[in-house]
């Protein structure tokens, strides 16, 4: 509304302003270190005029600074309380904006500057000093804003009841956008009265228009159904239709590929002509019509593929079968490939017992490194500083499912980025798979793969009664086998120099039992538990030295 401020990056002054919809003061030497800045609580009604006025006392303190509403001080957000410099600048005071930002909108009636803080009771006077005027005035002289404005001024002041009635009304009013605010929406499109007509462009030139074209289906494949629509509803049924195979030799590719790693295209994200040509075409075509004759049962699928002969074969191959089929193109063996991202989390807390399995619900903020997400913007209407912060979930929503953590897409989950998730910028239909040492340092050390270690570890303890016993059940929950002679031999002599470490060193098992927020159960030998969860991390990796013994 008014300032007397510096246009350079200290911004020596000060100024009133309003920014959504709440009143903003600043007082500033240099910001924002040496600044003072408090903002009103109470927001400011678009719908008629009020009466502002901030007072400070010179104490350099947010302390001394009031802001009164139509003749009532409201309660103050501090955001910068360490001005300890001078205000003096010799920028000019200008009315309405500051000297480089956006000006001000809406009007200003009266401006008045005093050389004093006034008292609370002189600003109530002024801020009904144009009461006070109007009622000077004949009724049947007074305009129809005169007569508005001294309603207002009875209702607010001396009709308590209705005071109340309107705060009641308010709050049904918030109540009502609350609940609407938390039933779930999603958008919807609906097609034109009359369809838009579509032009061939001449060279691409949109002022040149050539043919005139509407929508189809191309000539390579099947037509669509007479009756169809020519629309997006048309198009869905063609989809789906039983003599269009494309749709289900596409998916059901997408399920082969989740399994054996490569779909019998290789090229799951191309099936034109410029697609690598099936390995299998007859058991591409039969699963795909199998697909269509199930009634798009999905589950039923996932059921076929896992309970063929092709999958559950060995994953072992020998030095003969790998030479003559190096990627498995005849599916002479069973499939070997590492889990998605998402997927060897949501093991890793399955395994271990963690794992929130709750359908649906908002998105959740599980552990991440601090900081990934703050930056400082500099708003260039206001220059005001916002920080965005990553605020982690409490309770069970650390543990639900990968599906439902938030992405923000400029910095993406650090752990599913390590683990190949792609960053969601563009479509990806096959993952690139990498083998890096962060990768394994990331399994070691992130707190969800520590924590769900430790509860792996609780588990077997609690579980099994000796050591060849909780080796064989951790065997079996993460690998779904259980240890070779020489596995479990490296696994109890890990766990036995664990044991002995943490023995002696007590502050070393309670840091590691420390991580992560679910509590440690109780009455388990906190040395012990600690060298058992250094075994069951070594598990869920499947370090290399244990699976070479």
Not at 35 to 51: D, G, Y
Not at 94 to 103: D, E, F, Q, T
């Amino acid at each position: 509304m008014f300032s007397k401020m510096e246009s350079t990056p200290g911004l020596r002054g000060f100024d009133l302003l309003i920014g959504d919809n709440r009143l903003h003061l600043h007082l500033i030497h240099s910001w924002p270190g040496n600044a003072l800045r408090v903002l009103a609580k109470t927001p400011i009604s678009q719908e008629s005029w009020s009466h502002v006025f901030a007072t400070y006392d010179g104490s350099s303190k947010a302390a001394g600074v009031k802001i009164y509403i139509n003749g009532k001080e409201t309660p103050l957000e501090v955001t910068n309380d360490s001005l300890t410099g001078t205000l003096l600048t010799p920028g000019p005071f200008l009315v309405g904006k500051r000297p480089s930002s956006h000006a001000f909108q809406g009007a200003l009636a009266d401006l008045r500057i005093y050389g004093r803080a006034l008292a609370a009771s002189e600003v109530a006077g002024l801020a009904n000093e144009r009461v006070y005027r109007v009622a000077q005035v004949d009724l049947e002289k007074r305009s129809d804003m005169q007569k508005k404005s001294m309603a207002d001024f009875f209702r607010a002041n001396h009709a308590p009841q209705w005071t109340q009635a309107t705060e009641s009304v308010s709050k049904v009013k918030r109540e009502r956008d609350k609940f609407d605010k938390a039933i779930p929406n999603t958008m919807v499109m609906g097609e034109l009265a009359k369809p838009r007509e579509t032009f061939m462009l001449i060279r691409g030139d949109y002022d040149k228009k050539g043919e005139k074209v509407e929508a189809g289906i191309p000539s390579s494949l099947p037509a669509m159904a007479p009756g169809l629509p020519g629309n997006r509803l048309g198009l869905a049924r063609w989809l789906v239709a039983p003599e269009q195979p494309l749709t289900a030799r596409v998916i059901m590719n997408r399920f082969w590929q989740n399994y054996f790693g490569t779909g019998l295209v290789r090229s799951s994200e191309n099936f034109g002509s410029q697609a690598d040509w099936p390995t299998h075409p007859e058991l591409l075509d039969w699963l795909a019509t199998e697909f269509i004759g199930s009634g798009w049962n999905t589950k039923a699928m996932q059921r076929l593929i896992l309970t063929s002969a092709a999958y559950r074969q060995r994953s072992t191959v020998s030095p003969e079968a790998l030479e003559l089929d190096p990627e498995n193109k005849l599916i002479t063996r069973g499939p070997r490939l590492r889990l998605p991202a998402e997927f060897i989390r949501d093991q890793a807390l399955a395994i271990s017992g963690l794992m929130n399995a709750k359908i649906g619900g908002a998105s959740v903020f599980p552990y991440q490194p601090p900081g990934l997400w703050e930056e400082l913007m500099a708003r260039e209407d206001n220059d005001s500083f916002t920080a965005q912060k990553y605020v982690q979930s409490k309770g069970q929503d650390l543990y639900r499912r990968s599906m439902y953590t938030f992405w923000k897409r400029t910095s993406p989950p650090s752990a599913l980025g390590t683990l190949d998730a792609p960053d969601r910028q563009t479509c990806v239909v096959r993952r690139q798979r990498t083998n890096t040492p962060l990768q394994a340092l990331l399994l070691m050390n992130d707190p969800t793969f520590v924590e769900a270690s430790r509860k792996l570890a609780e588990r077997l303890m609690v579980e099994a009664q000796d050591q060849d016993g909780r080796v064989n059940l951790a065997y079996r929950l993460a690998l779904s086998r259980l240890p070779t002679a020489a596995e479990k031999s490296v696994l109890i002599k890990l766990f036995d120099e664990q044991l002995k470490r943490y023995r002696a060193d007590g502050k070393a098992a309670a840091e590691l039992l420390g991580v992560g927020e679910s509590p440690t159960r109780a009455g388990l030998d906190p040395a012990e538990l600690a060298a058992w969860t250094l075994v069951t991390n070594a598990i869920l990796n499947l370090d290399e030295t244990i699976t070479k013994g």
